[in-house]
């Protein structure tokens, strides 16, 4: 899927990042500010309407450009002008900036939850949709999930926003495309030269990665050629290097907890010999045996990714590092480049298609004008031309249908090797990657069914496409040897090593400052550790940064924290049960 910012959209979109912005008492003060813009019989001229966005998922700021930007302007002689507090500096200063003055924004794209959308609507800084729903069928056709929203904000009645990446799809079927959100990646020539190993476990795993390294630095004559660079911008209330392990056999984080997605198990991440002592150990005895790249504590992910894009890192976290930045037309020819690795005792956590959506929101700002218009742009992204543009397609410039089939046009093929390629007059001019949609915002998931194509809307997934670009050597060797799949999910979901979550839209209750504060503190600890334990010189120095950070975390309040995670957990895993009954008796109830 084309997005902006590409390596910190998985960061910048999960559900943990929107929802735990803190909310400041200026929402009390806009509330002074009550309500605005133009009723629903007000007149519209149509004349070239500048809308304000305010995008906490936005990775740009300023006028959109390119071929979005023709498509709205097009359609609704909209210009969008982004407003994005992660350009701007990050953390809540431009919400409460902005909140304070009583005008968010014309369009508001937010998180939901933490308390979020109750405080939006008294504060009057987002209006109801209500009124200007008459022609809205895209909207309408997801009635239950902007009730399950309204039930979240304690409304009776309305609609105050439509949620994120919401799904026609089964909440137990994979919401991923052709690739996994968390797997093992390595570069697979290397893999392949050292006699395709088998290994069951994360200790084998390193012994394949040794010799990996070993052939790598002897072939190529460079000594900083590492299985694992790690980086620590991405910290949270843990070592996020050291959490993505554990979802290779099925867990996943809730503040700190790790949950399994079957909801079989719940585990503090200071349990003695639990799934994160267990990642931090692999990665300890990795550095032992010099598997490590030493500049890991002091790098930031621009300059470790860096290293990705010169194939001088074997071990990959994600499939939108390694491969989205070494696996090009040239070198998969040559058989080289990042896939993913046999483990075999896996069971990777896989996130469930959301009927009901995820945890962000598109909202209509109650001091914009002309709503009705700003209501039918909202629609149209929830129509099926808005999703294929949401996910990087437009019928004409990328993409056609043939046969009743979507198809990538020869410029469509062109960008699946150079997404800087030029666009044409005719849809908008300049980049294309400067052309794709700055909201960073997923309305209908892309690996839904387009039901006149019967494909997803995401074009990789398109046969046409993995027919065509799964042909270069790399993908039929590793083809070769994962039983005949032609791509991750594929091999995954054949071999029986996908462990779905549900996809509820379960979104996290706001926390008391104390909670707050204590986790504050406990965090620093945890993360802080978790790097030493990961450099310590032995298994003694190892297991006592561990005592000792229990200990530490226990005397700063860590039961307390953990009680409520422990708690949203598991509340967690009863929405995932929720909506598996709730979808099935509505699709009983179509049946009848």
């Keep these: 899927m084309a997005e902006k910012g590409n390596k910190e959209t998985m960061k910048k979109s999960k559900l943990a990042m929107v929802t735990a912005a803190v909310l400041s008492a200026s929402l009390a003060l806009a509330g002074c500010g009550g309500g605005g813009g133009n009723s629903a019989n007000e007149k519209d001229d149509g004349s070239l309407m500048k809308v304000d966005v305010y995008d906490d998922l936005a990775n740009y700021q300023g006028i959109q450009k390119g071929w979005f930007a023709k498509m709205v302007k097009d359609k609704f002689n909209i210009q969008l002008n982004m407003i994005s507090p992660n350009v701007a500096g990050g953390g809540s ?62 409304q009776s009645s309305g609609v105050w926003g439509v949620p994120q990446s919401v799904s026609t799809k089964s909440p137990t079927d994979p919401s991923e495309g052709n690739e996994p959100v968390f797997g093992p990646y390595i570069r697979w020539d290397y893999y392949r030269e050292i006699g395709y190993p088998k290994f069951n476990n994360l200790d084998d795993f390193l012994q394949v990665l040794k010799q990996m390294q070993d052939k790598a630095r ?32 099925g867990y996943d984080e809730m503040g700190f907890v790790l949950a399994k997605a079957d909801g079989s198990d719940y585990q503090s991440v200071t349990k003695k010999g639990g799934m994160y002592e267990k990642a931090l150990q692999f990665f300890n005895k990795a550095n032992q045996m010099g598997l490590v790249d030493p500049e890991s504590s002091t790098q930031n992910y621009d300059t470790m990714s860096a290293k990705y894009q010169q194939g001088k890192i074997l071990f990959s976290f994600w499939s939108y590092l390694g491969p989205a930045a070494y696996n090009t037309t040239e070198n998969k020819a040559q058989g080289k480049g990042y896939m993913l690795a046999p483990m075999g005792d896996m069971k990777i956590f896989s996130y469930g298609a959301t009927p009901n959506g995820g945890a962000a929101i598109i909202a209509v700002g109650s001091k914009a004008k002309n709503k009705q218009r700003l209501v039918n742009f909202i629609d149209w992204l929830y129509s099926k031309e808005g ?70 809307y995401d074009s990789s997934m398109w046969k ?81 940064l561990m005592d000792g950070m229990r200990s530490k975390v226990d005397g700063l309040g860590f039961k307390q924290v953990l009680d409520v995670d422990m708690k949203n957990a598991k509340d967690q895993n009863t929405a995932r049960i929720n909506i598996k009954k709730q979808f099935a008796n509505r699709e009983a109830s179509e049946g009848n």
């Design 218 to 249: 002897a072939e190529t004559g460079d000594k900083n050629v590492y299985a694992f660079s790690l980086f620590k911008d991405w910290d949270g209330n843990m070592m996020n290097n050291a959490k993505q392990p554990t979802t290779y056999f």
């Design 387 to 456: 999703v294929y543009a949401m996910a990087g397609s437009v019928k004409g410039m990328n993409f056609d249908i043939k046969d009743g089939k979507p198809e990538l046009t020869d410029f469509g093929k062109k960008l699946q090797s150079d997404k800087s390629s030029k666009v044409s007059a005719q849809f908008g001019g300049g980049s294309y990657s400067d052309g794709v949609s700055a909201l960073n915002f997923t309305t209908e998931l892309a690996t839904d069914i387009d039901p006149d194509t019967k494909e997803p």
């Design 93 to 154: 200063t431009l919400f409460d900036t902005r909140s304070a003055a009583g005008n968010l924004g014309d369009l508001v794209i937010t998180g939901a939850g933490n308390g979020r959308l109750t405080k939006l609507i008294k504060a009057h800084l987002i209006d109801d949709m209500t009124p200007y729903l008459k022609n809205a069928k895209n909207i309408k056709k997801y009635k239950t999930a902007t009730d399950a929203l309204n039930k979240l904000s304690g």
């Design 464 to 544: 046409s496409t993995i027919d065509q670009f799964s042909n270069s050597a790399l993908d039929k060797d590793w083809s070769e040897h994962m039983d005949g799949a032609k791509t991750s999910m594929q091999y995954l979901e054949k071999a029986n090593k996908l462990m779905i979550a549900p996809g509820s839209s379960f979104i996290q209750p706001d926390e008391s400052s104390q909670i707050s504060t204590l986790r504050g503190q406990v965090k620093t600890e945890i993360v802080n550790t978790s790097w030493k334990a990961v450099f310590a010189k032995d298994d003694n120095e190892f297991n006592s």
